[in-house]
């Protein structure tokens, strides 16, 4: 473990400000998590299906995102796959350059955050901003995002008032009402302004070129209709075949993810001749996942952070951590092996993160879709090890592993 990520650690552990708002946001995820999931009859079945879904989306990856393309340019949209994070930035600056554009509104993306896209807007004259709440909380405090669901999860309320006072120039409060209040009356005109709008997308249907958003503020309706051009960025794992099997996948995610039965917003968008529609989908690194027979199975995950919810050492440690990472906790040192520096993986730094792990499983049994995260992350582990060579902190490591997870078997055949 490196001296800067041992520092980064420590100042995190001191934070007060940090604990006392993940404090918060775990209670109430810890209560509603029950509650959200009542109503399914039988959950694990549920969650055996969701896997299922993926596992032959990722199978049959190619043929759907031939699939996918041809619904797309059929429905009138342009469809652009992106091998890696400059393909897909250079295709949407060259569109910017094209139609003019001068200001850029954003609902909430975290392909969008692996691409660094802001960065390359801005540097190209192009005002951005994020309409999402917490991402724009972010947006003004300068910040890379704490949590891949609840971007500003670490700021407690007090703080963000203090930062709307000194970046939006109102009086400060701390009451949520009315910091919603200001953060709505200060998005409204950009909708307006904004020449291009840009979404992610949480399900992509290769079957209609469907792509389903889910919020719960309704930003994203706005960010797709008001703009004269709509661009859609979103990874090639969130492709599925079928409506239906999106639906399967959409009673999991916000229970998982928010412990909502659903958002209080589902868009369907399909792209039509009447509307200028880009959609960008991005490789960077995960075909590389995908041929990787130990680690394909990170590629079902949809994104719900629950397994930062529950783990001991998110809940100790917090986002910042993972500085410089887009994805965050165990899942998180996957994808950095992996997606990280345009698609080429960053395996020294996703053996710190992969470090963090305390092996106590609650992972694995919160994960929607089933992915055996302690045994992938002792993969991870072993792996960086042999590439890399062993420190003594390694060794340790290692020994915990084989001690705690004498008998553990991997939940795919493929390996």
């Known amino acids: 473990m490196s001296r800067d990520f041992s520092q980064q650690i420590a100042q995190s ?16 995820f810890d209560l509603s998590r029950t509650w959200a999931f009542a109503d399914l009859p039988d959950k694990d079945a549920l969650k055996r299906r969701a896997r299922q879904i993926k596992e032959s989306a990722i ?5 759907l995102l031939e699939q996918l393309q041809e619904s797309v340019t059929r ?6 796959l992106a091998q890696n994070a400059q393909q897909a930035n250079e295709y949407l600056l060259k569109l910017v350059r ?37 991402e724009r909380i972010i947006q003004l405090a300068g910040e890379r995002p704490f949590h891949i669901i609840g971007p500003a999860i670490h700021k407690p309320r007090e703080a963000v008032g203090k930062l709307f006072s000194e970046k939006l120039g109102v009086p400060y409060t701390d009451n949520p009402y ?28 290769a079957q209609t070129g469907t792509f389903i958003v889910i919020t719960n503020e309704g930003n994203d309706r706005l960010t797709m209709a008001l703009p004269k051009i709509h661009v859609i960025i979103t990874g090639i794992e969130k492709i599925v075949p079928t409506l239906g099997d999106a639906l399967v996948l959409l009673k999991l995610l916000p229970r998982s993810a928010t412990a909502q039965k659903l958002t209080s917003y589902v868009s369907l968008v399909t792209p039509t001749p009447e509307r200028d529609v880009h959609v960008i989908l991005v490789d960077n690194g995960r075909r590389r ?26 809940r100790s440690v917090g986002g910042h951590v ?23 993986g960053d395996l020294a730094r996703a053996r710190e993160l992969a470090s963090l792990c305390m092996t106590c499983g609650l992972c694995a049994q919160e994960c929607p879709v ?35 997870l004498p008998n553990r078997k991997p939940s795919c055949a493929c390996c």
């Open 178 to 205: 009315e910091l919603t209040k200001i953060a709505r009356a200060s998005l409204r005109e950009s909708y307006l302004d904004a020449d291009l709008g840009i979404t992610g997308a949480n399900f992509a249907v």
């Open 289 to 314: 996942m995908r041929a990787d027979a130990q680690f394909r199975e990170a590629l079902y995950c949809i994104r719900c952070g629950s397994c930062m919810n529950i783990c001991p050492a998110f």
């Open 59 to 63: 199978e049959q990856l190619d043929d």
């Open 322 to 344: 993972y500085a410089g990472q887009t994805y965050m906790g165990v899942i998180g040192a996957l994808w950095t092996a992996f997606v990280d520096h345009n698609g080429q």
């Open 98 to 134: 094209e139609r003019g554009v001068k200001r850029v509104v954003k609902s909430k993306s975290m392909v969008t955050e692996e691409l660094e896209l802001n960065k390359h807007l801005e540097a190209a004259g192009v005002e951005v901003i994020e309409t999402d709440l917490g």
């Open 75 to 80: 429905s009138g949209g342009h469809f652009y």
């Open 13 to 28: 552990l001191q934070d007060t400000a940090m604990h006392t708002a993940l404090s918060r946001a775990s209670l109430y």
């Open 370 to 404: 089933q992915i055996d995260l302690p045994w992938r992350n002792a993969q991870l582990l072993s792996r960086a090890n042999e590439t890399l060579g062993r420190t003594p902190t390694d060794r340790l490591k290692s020994f915990v592993y084989r001690t705690l």
